[in-house]
């Protein structure tokens, strides 16, 4: 399959749309302002904030101790393993999983497949699936424009003060403000109405402490003891926890802020060649939002994409089916158009 006539995930094409074949506005940005309906209401928003300065602030507690731990001599090879194990499970649960699959349904699998992978994101503590979907189907929406949750370039200010704001706020500061979080009812229906997600998405927190016993077992398995359990959870979990998010919150922050613009998108979106292989792809962001739907955002082997070879691979066991893919033809039409622009 190719992208390019498959409407945006949370749209429905007009009639004339399909009989076009083109797609409708929602995978790029949207010509339309907010509306109060696309914005998740929060219930109890102190709640929220102190739940997230804790999931935000405790991995910098375990960095900390994971230091001192080095700094000792007291590093196991089982730490170092279990670090890696944890850290590509939930990395990719979140580009493979939460991204690829459930937010731009860049390929089709079977409902235990969509189990797992929306587990395994799930234990990466970046929240629930439902609501990961909805926030970064409204980013895509709204890209570096009014009513993008996580935007570096809206209403910050100018001078370094404002671009220091701008990238905090996308960074990190925009997990504790609830004005422009995408509503679950626009933005996610099709997860909501997804019996297997559901189900994910309302035992979060379940899978979440799963994701940090499995550290302390993996530990304890590997290095056979209590102390190796706990040295375990300290490096797949808390550690874990810290690099997987920060590399995340990055695409957020520093894919629209610094690198290349091969395509022309309408925001601010960028490669981050350094950034690619410790999240798996992701940050060949520019191609992403010229391409939203496309399996790939890496094109070529000079931009390597992990998650984009996990997909290859589980097509090639009958895991993953209708994935979307770009012509190189298509690909290079669209550079032309900017250059020529």
């Given at each position: 399959m190719t992208d390019e006539h498959l409407p945006a995930?949370?749209?429905?094409?007009?009639?004339?749309?399909?009989?076009?074949?083109?797609?409708?506005?929602?995978?790029?940005?949207?010509?339309?302002?907010?509306?109060?309906?696309?914005v998740q209401p929060v219930g109890n928003e102190t709640l929220t904030r102190v739940v997230t300065a804790i999931v935000t602030i405790a991995p910098f507690v375990g960095l900390g101790l994971a230091a001192w731990q080095m700094w000792d001599g007291l590093l196991r090879t089982s730490d170092v393993i279990v670090f890696?194990?944890?850290?590509?499970?939930?990395?990719?649960g979140v580009t493979v999983g939460f991204h690829r699959l459930f937010t731009h349904r860049s390929f089709k699998t079977y409902p235990a497949v969509r189990a797992v992978l929306a587990v395994l994101g799930s234990a990466a503590i970046e929240g629930p699936v439902v609501s990961w979907v909805a926030d970064?189907?409204?980013?895509?929406a709204y890209s570096d424009r009014l009513g993008d949750p996580h935007s570096p370039h809206v209403d910050?200010?100018?001078?370094?003060?404002?671009?220091?704001?701008g990238l905090a706020h996308a960074h990190v500061g925009w997990?504790?403000?609830?004005?422009?979080?995408?509503?679950?009812?626009?933005?996610?229906?099709?997860?909501?109405a997804d019996p297997v997600v559901a189900?994910?998405?309302?035992?979060?927190?379940?899978?979440?402490?799963?994701?940090?016993?499995?550290?302390?077992?993996?530990?304890?398995?590997?290095?056979?003891?209590?102390?190796?359990?706990?040295?375990?959870?300290?490096w797949g979990g808390a550690v874990?926890?810290?690099?997987?998010?920060?590399?995340?919150?990055?695409?957020?922050?520093?894919?629209?802020?610094?690198?290349?613009r091969p395509y022309k998108t309408g925001d601010e979106s960028r490669n981050l060649a350094w950034l690619a292989l410790p999240t798996f792809g992701e940050a060949w962001h520019n191609n992403?939002?010229?391409?939203?739907?496309?399996?790939?955002?890496?094109?070529?082997?000079?931009?390597?994409?992990?998650?984009?070879?996990?997909?290859?691979?589980?097509?090639?066991?009958?895991?993953?089916?209708?994935?979307?893919?770009?012509p190189e033809e298509r690909r290079q039409r669209k550079r032309a158009v900017q250059a020529s622009a």
């Open positions: 995930p949370w749209t429905k094409p007009s009639a004339s749309q399909e009989a076009n074949g083109a797609a409708p506005a929602g995978n790029g940005a949207s010509s339309d302002s907010p509306r109060h309906d696309e890696a194990i944890m850290y590509v499970l939930t990395g990719l970064h189907r409204k980013h895509h910050h200010g100018n001078g370094l003060r404002g671009v220091l704001e997990l504790f403000i609830h004005t422009q979080r995408g509503s679950h009812r626009r933005y996610a229906p099709d997860l909501m189900w994910v998405d309302r035992t979060f927190l379940y899978w979440a402490l799963a994701g940090l016993g499995a550290a302390f077992a993996l530990g304890y398995a590997i290095g056979g003891s209590l102390r190796a359990g706990l040295t375990g959870l300290l874990r926890m810290l690099v997987v998010h920060h590399v995340t919150y990055s695409i957020n922050s520093l894919c629209h802020f610094f690198g290349r992403h939002h010229a391409f939203p739907t496309s399996a790939s955002h890496g094109f070529g082997w000079r931009e390597p994409d992990i998650s984009a070879v996990v997909i290859r691979v589980m097509t090639l066991f009958g895991l993953a089916w209708d994935v979307v893919r770009v």
